[in-house]
Structures are given as structure tokens and as C-alpha cells.
């Protein structure tokens, strides 16, 4: 149940009007002994100059595909024709291959939203330097621990971590022996971080480049209950619900051992083309409104004492697109009216 719940937050979310946007480029050199900086072009037209151990960006793009050229004075050292996405967040990088020679390589930026007090760590290898494992420890002296594998150039490795400060170095792979490091890392909450091996490893142009992307503030949740019942009474367990935990909705004072549903939407403003809330008046339910889109129903049993509880949580990967969720109860209760129907006030869950 939980997963089709999670499911259908995710798509009720995706649907609150998000539009395409451009895609973000961000460019770093990572060629060492060039001389001199060099050129970037987009289609023929320079974007800006840099030297090694630089960056730029980021730049905001059009999504398309791109004539992208790395220039030294008239010639061109390095080009690649990569196709952009919108709502996307990339890297271009030149840098040394593992065993000499260069090349341009474009990673995408993982900027999914993060669980609560972490932080995304992401290697990637743009060294001249054979495939190395990426060792941590938490403290300056401490045991290191295996984070990344086997990570050759040019591939990334990444981690989603406790946001806190790391000592990290470099091992030949299936090699205990540190090669390179301890650099320490303090990685902040929320945040994305790609840590790139670049120069030739063993001479003084090796360094580790990070990049840092600041996903900004997490939003938080509150609850509440609003409405007026024309039988028995919603609850939610808790007023300030946290991404990835559970909580639960509950309905009293309902029919004993009676049948009910769980009405769910993502919307307590409009159902269709139909203003909520509903007054059912007319439809012979005297007192009753219905005050959520009714995007999901969920069939209930109540207890001997008119009472249930349902729990659901509420993925954090949804935490950049969540709007607000609605919640409501309607069950059998013969002497309520003529129709023998009541609902429930109705609790909702938003962002604040």
C-alpha cells in the first residue's frame, strides 16, 4: 500500500504545472602544461576563456544539441557535439586520460532531492592515473572505509552520505595502500558535491577539483485538519510530518464495524472544472461537504468502537515537487440521512 501511495504522490506532485526549463553547463579545465588558457566555443561563438585547475558556469543553455570546441590560440584541442536536456544539470570537462592523451567528457549532475542531513558524493576520475578506490574515514586518524570501487577514468562513483566532515584518499584498486590524500571534505546538508581527480597522478599538477551545487533549503511539512463533518472526525497523527516517515490518518466516531472509504487528492480548491468545497446537501446528504479532489480511494473496515487508521509516509525523492495532500473519510451510517452516508472533515498535508 505504501508504495502505491508513494506512487500516486508523485505523480499528483509532477502534475502542479512544472515547466521546461534551460539546461545548466558548468566547465572545468583539467589539462595541466597547455602554456596558456584556453577558448570555449559554442557553436562557433566564444563563451569564455579559463586556465588549469578553473572553472566556469553555470551556464544557462537552451536545450539542443551543441558544436562545443576547446581552442589553443587558432586550434581547436579538444570538441564534442553533446545534446542538452532541459531541467538538466551538467559538467563538461577537459581533462587526461589514464594513459595519456585528452579528452572532453560531459557528466550529468544527480540533483534528486536528498534525505534529511545528507549530502551526495560523487567521484570522478579525469586523471592520468590507473582505476583507484576511493577510501574515507570520519576522523583525521581513524580506519578508512571502501565508498567507491574499482573507479577507473573516465567514470564517477557516488554516495549519498551523513553531511559531515571526511578524510578521503586514493588507493590503487584492491590496493590498502593510500596513494593519494587524506583531503579533508565537509559536506553540508542538502547539498551536492562532485570531487574530481585531475592532472597526473605522482607529479605536482595532481589535485582534486570540487564542485559544489547548494540544492537549497528542504521544505518542510505541516498538518492540520479543517472542515466540518457531517460524521465522525479525521485525524492525523502528528502536526509536523517528516519526508521518508511514517504518520498516520485516523477516523472516529464512524459506524461500528462499519464500511468506509479514504478519499486522497492532491487539491482542496478544485475538483475538475467544479469548485471545492461541495456542499451534497442537494444530493440528500444534509451537512456533508466533500473538500478534496478524490484522486485515490482507499476501501476501509472500522472497529467494534466506529473507529480506523491507515499509515503512510511520504518519500523524500519527492520532496522538490510536493504541493499538498488532501485527506478524507466517508463510511456507511444509515441514520445519518436519507442517503445513509457521512463524511468527515478532511486533514491535509503541505509544504510550508
Known sequence: MRSLISSFLVAGALSTGLTAQNAALTAIHGIPDLGSPVDVYANNAKLFSFDYGQSKGPLSLKPGTYKLEIKLGSKTVLSASPTLMADTNYTAIAHLMEKGGIQLSFFRNDLSPLAKDTSRLVVRHTAQAPAVDVLVRTSATGPYAKLISNLANPKEGSADVPAMKYWAALAAAGNSSVAFGPAELTLSSNNFYAVYAIGELGKKSFQLFVQNIDLGPQPTLMAMVRGKSCGG?????????????????SVTGATSNGVGLLHMGTSDSMFGQIKLPLMLDSLGLSGCSLYQNTEIILGVMMDSKGSQMTTFQIPSSISSV????????????????TVGLALTDYASIETR
Open 233 to 249: 472526525s479525521i485525524a492525523i497523527s502528528t502536526k509536523a510530518p517528516e519526508f521518508d516517515k511514517n504518520f498516520m490518518i
Open 322 to 337: 510536493f504541493r499538498e495532500f488532501h485527506f478524507q473519510y466517508s463510511y456507511v451510517a444509515p441514520k445519518a440521512n
